[in-house]
């Protein structure tokens, strides 16, 4: 598309950048110019026109910036029940005295740790908006879970977002647990302002021998959120990384998503719900790459999409030549219920060993009419028959949230959206 | 308590049902038998209400009420029960839920309280041993998983929870071993009384060895061409049904 705003929006952003870090956004910045915005000749962003989306929306290429809220607000954001610890962000910016204080887990402003691999694992050139989060991004938080430490009450990230039309909001977050760590994070963004922003985030998670780390994700941000996110984990032997993303809304949202298996009998689990109506278009890209022997991949994500709503599920799947008794297992369905909802889905594996299990499917269907009628037989209303057998989509990806408070509220979340307008 | 007549109904253009004439007192089993394609399953679509047929003439009562004009659902709510030829499986939605909310949603049609927890469980205990329903299959999503014959016993189930004053038994009987045969038919004959009625659909007179029927219908080319008693079955069991096609298609070319 445009090479105009690629050298536009850089100095900018880079304008009003936070400091530190010269070597890493220098690197982030070189590895943008390279590969600049994706065009619609970009087979990675085949069906996301982002940058159409960003030309149109963005007028005005600065960060956002930190704000101010209120005790009450972060409390009344809080999931009813919720028992974990609360992290504060404002436009990406932590928020420490609104903050818990996790015992045992080192958590601080990313800027006060300089010293960190950034880029080393969610690496720049991968992808234009990762490099872009890397040339400039704002704020940010740096954790570290020690080694051996169980850490039993999830950790929630509450972000709020707030921000003049045209602005941009980049986040940036590095995870670190230590060998045998434990621990759950949960993402939930509060959408302060009615305005078309963009928000381009990225997460690190380096995982160490046998660590489980859960991460948890929540959209539900509101018609106008334009969002690009990568999230990139590095598992190591014996490890184990989950991830349950649920998208209920947004304008235009890329979720990037990928596991790179290190460490022989570790395992990657990614499940997904996309619940979309109105113009929404979600489009999730996952990726994971067994590089190491006997290690296993399990992944799941359902689509419910009504109106004139878009759904992108593309699941790339890498085994290396090394990577022998890999299990791979790969599944997408989706659920069209209007004329005009599209769904393009791709499944990729790539596979350089002989001896593995791999398999994937996908399928694009309607409402099952006999189930409905099954159940409207044993007297249950046809609306609230539709709602069942949609949740049922829904509730085999939710199941996988183990924190029940959280669980709880992505099911009244969703049997709410079932209500209304599916 | 059901009185049809002369029903006619077609699927995509095609007739099927071709004047059905049919009445049904509290009290009374009706088998309905006849060779594949003459309209069974069709008629018993058609009573609880599935959409792809269209009923093209003719009209049904129940308990004095228009039954065409009501919702499956509806139907259901009033007392209409069909046992599924072919049970759906429904993946991710549990048994116990699933009968929860037909029960309450049918209780609340008729005036009823809905059940709560304790209430709805002691009801399932006591209808699970009816049929000899293992616990662990309503911990199960509906019917996923299941064998035919469990199945088939948790129609007969579904139906003791709902109590219904009309069952329609679809093939209800169709690939039971002798053991599960007993087991569902031993379901229904309990749940008979003299309040409600049966009609069992079926194309083999074995299942009336124990459902025993006050009444036999033969159904043919989508009208009943027969009636008459359950020494009707045990003709149609011995002879077939050619004898019966004979004389209505002889009838039809004088």
């Given at each position: 598309m445009s090479t105009l705003i690629k050298q536009d929006i850089l100095v900018e952003l880079l304008a009003n950048a936070g400091t530190g870090f010269e070597q890493v956004r220098v690197a982030g910045k070189e590895a943008f110019q390279a590969q600049g915005f994706p065009t619609n000749k970009s087979e990675e962003y085949k069906f996301t026109a982002i940058t159409k989306k960003i030309e149109q929306r963005i007028q005005n290429f600065q960060l956002a910036g930190a704000f101010e809220v209120t005790a009450e607000q972060v409390k009344s954001n809080v999931f009813e029940g919720f028992e974990g610890d609360v992290l504060v962000f404002t436009n990406g910016h932590f928020q420490q005295a609104l903050s818990s204080t996790v015992e045992g887990v080192e958590i601080s402003p990313l800027s006060e740790k300089a010293s960190t691999a950034l880029g080393s694992i969610a690496k720049p050139e991968k992808d234009?908006?990762?490099?872009?989060?890397?040339?400039?991004?704002?704020?940010?938080?740096?954790?570290?879970?020690?080694?051996k430490a169980q850490i039993q009450k999830p950790i929630l990230f509450l972000n709020f977002f707030k921000a003049n039309a045209?602005?941009?909001?980049?986040?940036?977050?590095?995870?670190?647990?230590?060998?045998?760590?434990?621990?759950?994070?949960?993402?939930?963004?509060?959408?302060?302002?009615?305005?078309?922003?963009f928000v381009n985030k990225v997460v690190e998670v380096k995982g160490g021998v046998n660590t489980q780390i859960r991460y948890y994700k929540l959209q539900n941000e509101g018609e106008n959120a334009i969002e690009v996110s990568n999230i990139e984990t590095d598992i190591q032997k014996d490890g184990r990384f989950t991830s349950v993303n649920i998208s209920l809304s947004g304008e235009m949202v890329r979720n990037n998503l990928s596991i790179n298996i290190l460490g022989s009998n570790s395992e990657g689990n990614m499940y997904g719900l996309y619940l979309l109506d109105g113009k929404s278009h979600v489009d999730n890209h996952t990726n994971v790459d067994h590089t190491v022997p006997h290690s296993e991949s399990n992944e799941l994500y359902k689509g419910i999409l009504?109106?004139?709503?878009?759904?992108?599920?593309?699941?790339?799947?890498?085994?290396?030549?090394?990577?022998?008794?890999?299990?791979?297992?790969?599944?997408?369905?989706?659920?069209?219920?209007?004329e005009d909802a599209?769904?393009?889905?791709?499944?990729?594996?790539?596979?350089?060993?002989?001896?593995?299990?791999?398999?994937?499917?996908?399928?694009?269907?309607?409402?099952?009419?006999?189930?409905?009628?099954?159940?409207?037989?044993?007297?249950?209303?046809?609306?609230?028959?539709?709602?069942?057998?949609?949740?049922?989509?829904?509730?085999e990806v939710i199941e996988h949230i183990t924190d029940e408070s959280f669980r709880d509220y992505c099911i009244a979340q969703v049997q709410e959206r079932l209500g209304s307008n599916f | 308590m059901l009185t049809i007549k002369n029903l006619h109904a077609s699927i995509e253009g095609t007739p099927i049902l071709r004047g059905i004439n049919l009445e049904v007192k509290a009290g009374e089993v009706h088998a309905i038998m006849g060779p594949n394609g003459s309209g069974k399953s069709t008629l018993a679509s058609v009573l609880a209400g599935?959409?792809?047929?269209?009923?093209?003439?003719?009209?049904?009562?129940?308990?004095?009420?228009d039954l065409l004009d009501l919702s499956p659902e509806d139907r259901a709510r009033e007392g209409v029960f069909l046992a599924f030829q072919y049970p759906v499986e429904i993946p991710g939605v549990s048994s116990t839920n699933f009968l929860r909310t037909a029960v309450n949603q049918v209780r609340e049609y008729r005036g009823e309280e809905a059940l709560d927890a304790v209430k709805f469980l002691t009801l399932m205990k006591e209808k699970m041993k009816l049929v000899e329903m293992d616990q662990k299959l309503l911990s199960r999503a509906l019917n996923e998983g299941f064998s035919g014959g469990e199945k088939k016993r948790n129609e007969i189930?579904?139906?003791?929870?709902?109590?219904?004053?009309?069952?329609?038994?679809?093939?209800?009987?169709?690939?039971?071993?002798?053991?599960?045969l007993r087991i569902v038919s031993n379901g229904v004959n309990q749940l008979k009384s003299k309040d409600n009625a049966t009609i069992v659909v079926t194309h083999y007179q074995r299942l009336l060895d124990y459902i025993v029927p006050d009444f036999v219908h033969v159904l043919y080319k989508g009208q009943i061409v027969k009636s008459g008693t359950k020494e009707l079955a045990l003709e149609l069991e011995e002879k077939g049904y050619d004898w019966i096609k004979d004389e209505v298609d002889s009838k039809a070319t004088v």
């Open positions: 234009p908006f990762c490099a872009l989060n890397q040339s400039s991004f704002d704020g940010g938080v740096f954790i570290s879970v020690p080694k045209g602005q941009v909001i980049q986040p940036r977050v590095w995870i670190e647990a230590g060998d045998f760590a434990e621990v759950t994070f949960i993402n939930h963004s509060v959408n302060l302002s009615d305005t078309s922003y009504a109106g004139s709503s878009r759904g992108v599920f593309n699941g790339k799947i890498f085994v290396r030549q090394d990577a022998q008794k890999t299990n791979a297992f790969q599944q997408n369905n989706n659920i069209l219920l209007s599209v769904v393009n889905t791709k499944p990729q594996l790539e596979i350089w060993a002989d001896d593995v299990k791999c398999s994937h499917g996908c399928t694009t269907g309607q409402l099952d009419e006999e189930a409905l009628f099954y159940l409207q037989a044993r007297g249950i209303g046809k609306e609230q028959a539709r709602g069942l057998l949609l949740y049922a989509v829904a509730g | 599935r959409e792809e047929y269209e009923v093209t003439e003719g009209e049904v009562s129940f308990k004095g009420k189930f579904q139906m003791a929870m709902l109590a219904p004053t009309l069952s329609i038994l679809d093939e209800t009987d169709s690939g039971l071993d002798i053991d599960a």
